[in-house]
């Protein structure tokens, strides 16, 4: 599949930013630095991501308000055959248009280019299932994985390339439905699909899907673990087999579940620390606090409070001594600050407003109001 | 697939550097220099370690509050009120100690912690004032000295120490000392805009806040702290305008100031680059003008088949201006 988007400025991009990151760090001079953006020239538009995001959103709005326009000239009797066919135009004129804006003004993930290329997957959608209205759940995936990734092929879209990953796990967990004994194997099955798939895309060093691969990356390292995890296999194996229980009833292979539940993040942490892969580390730790949660919700003795406490403790006081531990670096890790923050005029105004509404709000002064209750716990009380 | 081979081969630092030393941007000692650094370079767990100390400080805090609320009548109030009043204090004194002298300017406190620090003492300063009222009621009903003493606290903090959050939680005070809400995503879930009393107080003050923002900019007082002023002022502004519009209510007055901070929010964007101002300026204007045009057809029939020619066009124009933002206000790079 040819490629949609011009990859030598692609690649230059990514030349840019290493030398970027090289400049900050003083290993390049300011004139070396304009020298590489001359030798290395990309024209690409790309505002920043509040452009981006109105350039999305108004992207959308002006295709579905295109197929009404259309379709006021071609309904005809409205009937199942015409809409077909107003999908198929829209479909074609949204394709026509990504192609010429990505040619004309360089759009490379712009929010634009993203919107059309979503508005023409959807518009493809209607034919397939106003002509295919009874099929099974699997041949539908089938027919969306082969669009989704003919895009991805073409886009490197990463939503295009999530689904694509997403569909093919739906895809896997609808046949193995289909025979009493895949029930029972399908955790085991979603474990290995993942490992494999995650396995091909680390061959992947195209720079023209870094970021897809990267996205495929996190997917596919977190099905995986939530394919071993013990809260999940155990409430899905109830849901599944229709038990109408109060309780998820105790499942077969316990251990085994108990292990990896454990296992998987720990080996997460460790491999994403050793070999520096901060995706690693990151799935590694979310897939932790999941863990501690699965614990939790079986067996801990405590009340969510005292809960909170511990893990806030923990929490604190772990990240404290890292902090302090890795004053000067050691072992190849470090807490040096990288990067600038983009967003931290932001950051700063949603932090305080999580922390802090003054007494007197909403002109009730209860003590407990609003300090206490909000904060990501997931908690009621 | 034939497109699969394409996959495998990409490029890496070893690469990157040959092609410098090809062009002659860099020599050959120079590349190896690179490569050694990002051979040795560490690996930073700068925002995974920030993110954990949040979090924690977060979850703490709803726990320990949960059971010290549970536990009131075994501990004691003094005890309690003690506790959160010997931490604050300390919170504060450390800000203190290690703050650097006051400046116009940004000041930047090399103390990893002490931003930190600060947010924290200004939160447990809320909590043990909370409590106070609860417990002894020392405000009576007085809520208005409540709120504007922990106010004026937070914008001397916020000028003392040049702290951008205890600022945000300094306007969020002022806003609720007038019986508004200010933050950004619950700015018209939790605002009462049916009282038209409140609704003119939130555009004057959002317009006042505005004002300020761009005075410190001008007057070169702090001005970073003008986009703080401006995008939490603003949107409050804009956003009570757009309920007066709705709600008909001196609703010319409303739609024109509603235009005029549309305007103010894309010159902003024009003069600091600061390109939320423009999404915000040209998503504001456009409802506002589109409820102008659409206000004014009476006919359900015209107004479906004028909306689908209107949204149409309206919206491919603004993507074309947003495509061309630069070229439009003139912006050189």
Known sequence: MKKAYNETWIENLHILNKAEHWSAKKLLTKEQLEQVEKAFPQHFYRPGIFVKIGLFIFTLIACSFASGFISMFIIGDGGQQNISIISLFCMTGFIFFLEFLIKSRGLYHSGTDNALLYAAMGAAAIPILSFFPDMQVWQYCMLSIAVSFAATLRYADLLAAAGSFLVLILMLGDIMMKFPIGKAILPFAVMILSALVYMVVRQIKST???????????????????????????????????????????????????????????????????RHDRILLITGLLAFALSVYTYKHYFSPFTPAQELVMAGIAMIIL??????YLHTPKHGLSDEQEGKRRLGNLEAILVAQHLGQTPGDDGNVEFGDGNFGGGGAGETY | MPALPILFHGMNTQTILKAFVDRAVISDEQASIIADYEKKKAFSLHWELRSILYLGIVLFSSGIGVIIYENIDTIGHQVIIALIAAFTAWCFYYTYKHALPYSHQKVNNPRKLADYVLLLGCTTFLILEGYLQFQYNIFGTRYGLAIIIPTLIFFFCAYRFDHKGALSLAITGLASWLGLTVAPLAVLSQNDFTDSRLLATAVILGSILCVVGWASEKKNIKPHFAFTYIFLGGNLAVLAAMTGIFSDRAEFIYMLLGLT?????????????????????????????????????????????????????????????????????????
Request: glycine letters at 6%.
């Open chain 1, 208 to 274: 023209y899907y870094y970021d897809c691969r990267k996205l495929i990356e996190i997917l596919s390292l977190a099905t995986f673990y939530l394919g071993g995890n013990y809260l999940v296999v155990r409430e899905g194996n109830a849901l599944l087999n229709d038990l109408n229980l109060p309780f998820a009833p105790q499942i077969p292979f316990a251990p085994v579940f108990y292990f990896l539940t454990l296992g998987i993040p720990i080996a997460y942490i460790f491999f994403g620390l050793k």
């Open chain 1, 319 to 324: 990240s404290a001594a890292m902090i302090k």
């Open chain 2, 261 to 333: 901070l549309s305007a103010f929010f894309v010159q902003r964007a024009r003069l600091t680059q600061s390109l939320i101002f423009l999404l915000m300026g040209v998503v504001y204007g456009y409802i506002i003008i589109t409820h102008l045009i659409f206000s004014n057809i009476v006919s359900a029939d015209a107004s479906v088949v004028f909306g689908t020619f209107y949204f149409t066009f309206t919206s491919i124009g603004v993507v074309y201006f947003l495509l061309h933002f630069k070229k439009f206000l003139g912006i050189k790079k």
